[in-house]
Nanobody, 115 residues
Framework: QVQLVESGGGLVQAGGSLRLSCAASGSIFTIRSMGWYRQAPGKQRELVATITRNFMTTYADSVKGRFTISRDNAENTVYLQMNSLKPEDTADYYC?????????WGQGTQVTVSS
């Protein structure tokens, strides 16, 4: 049974920073490529950052240069450091396998960026 628990969201002013965490359990974490997704109100969920088991990373153009994804295989945790936040980054953020997510999703963590 896969479990994904996201945390670290909150309310921040534009230009601020947040660090999201995702604790994963229930499968062999170290061989999985993981990603952070987000879903803004009224919009489809989108993949914003991916990290492979070999620590190679990719980013959506909208967050490139501002967000950094990382992982700690010993702790089965994936992180998303978000800097220079913009109001358009406001969304619920989720982690999951990437680029093909599992059917199971965690509860997500809400990020709100005020202008």
């Amino acid at each position: 049974q896969v479990q994904l628990v996201e945390s670290g969201g909150g309310l921040v002013q534009a230009g601020g920073s947040l660090r999201l965490s995702c604790a994963a359990s229930g499968s062999i974490f170290t061989i999985r490529s993981m990603g952070w997704y987000r879903q803004a109100p009224g919009k489809q969920r989108e993949l914003v950052a991916t990290i492979t088991r070999n620590f190679m990373t990719t980013y959506a153009d909208s967050v490139k240069g501002r967000f950094t994804i990382s992982r700690d295989n010993a702790e089965n945790t994936v992180y998303l450091q978000m800097n220079s936040l913009k109001p358009e980054d406001t969304a619920d953020y989720y982690c999951n396998d990437a680029p093909l997510p599992r059917d199971y999703w965690g509860q997500g963590t809400q990020v709100t960026v005020s202008s």
